[in-house]
């Protein structure tokens, strides 16, 4: 009676330890949709509603993500929206889509232009990192060059 009263314990112990395992191994449970909340960074700041979102850069520029922002099982996501650089006489929105991954503590983004923007012609603005719950960079006013 007492080894099986002793093997019994070793099993039960067996158990405990092996279902208290780390909770690094759980697998991430991504959301079928981002948001409502904010997302920022020192770049960028990302307000979310249930239907659309804006972002505003730290360097004259704001975005209009016009869509929910649905998630693959994998986190990553891409929405069409606008993107607009407040600098300028001339100032127009150009067509682009937001790109990136959102994990629970980090979302990345980049922003890819349908039209190449600056003395670079780039078509690409990022990538940018946010942490939930941040503001982002505070709005300030930007310059009217002529």
Partial sequence: MRRVTV???WCLLAMVIGCSGSSTTDPIVVPG???PGKWGGPSVGLEITTTAATAHFDFCAEGTLSVPILLTPDGRFDVPGTYVRNIGPS???KSARY???WRPTL???TVILSDPLGPNESTVVGPFDMRPNE???PVKPCPIIY
């Fill in 135 to 137: 503001p982002g960079p």
């Fill in 7 to 9: 093997v019994t314990g």
């Fill in 107 to 109: 979302l990345t983004m």
């Fill in 99 to 101: 790109i990136g991954l």
């Fill in 33 to 35: 949709t981002l948001g």
């Fill in 91 to 93: 100032i127009q929105a």
